[in-house]
Nanobody, 124 residues
Framework: QVQLVESGGGLVQAGGSLRLSCAAS????????MGWFRQAPGKEREFVAS????????YYVDSVKGRFTISRDNAKNTVYLQMNSLKPEDTAVYYC?????????????????WGQGTQVTVSS
């Protein structure tokens, strides 16, 4: 049974940092692309960042470039999202996702598995 379990969310002041983790289990993810998405209240879920498990190729939405870093630890089967210089508009539930045949990284429907989400709240 595939499981993606996010952790690391919380409340932080603007300008602060958080590191989200996504622990993956239940299958081999070496050929997968992993992604982070987020959904703010009253808004649609949006793509944030992605990384290929095998070679570590990354991609970011423009609004987080230079502030967020996605990485993975193959030994721990865990993907991270380091978030620095946080802004109130980063407030959202953050979701981890995994896809075997992702072509368009921003497309939710191309990801096969999803975590339950972790809340990030940035106060001004």
């Amino acid at each position: 049974q595939v499981q993606l379990v996010e952790s690391g969310g919380g409340l932080v002041q603007a300008g602060g940092s958080l590191r989200l983790s996504c622990a993956a289990s239940g299958r081999t993810f070496s050929t997968y692309r992993m992604g982070w998405f987020r959904q703010a209240p009253g808004k649609e879920r949006e793509f944030v960042a992605s990384i290929t498990w095998s070679r570590g190729y990354t991609y970011y939405v423009d609004s987080v470039k230079g502030r967020f870093t996605i990485s993975r630890d193959n030994a721990k089967n865990t993907v991270y999202l380091q978030m620095n210089s946080l802004k109130p508009e980063d407030t959202a539930v953050y979701y981890c996702a995994a896809g075997a045949r992702v072509i368009t990284v921003q497309q939710e429907r191309e990801y096969d598995y999803w975590g339950q989400g972790t809340q990030v709240t940035v106060s001004s």
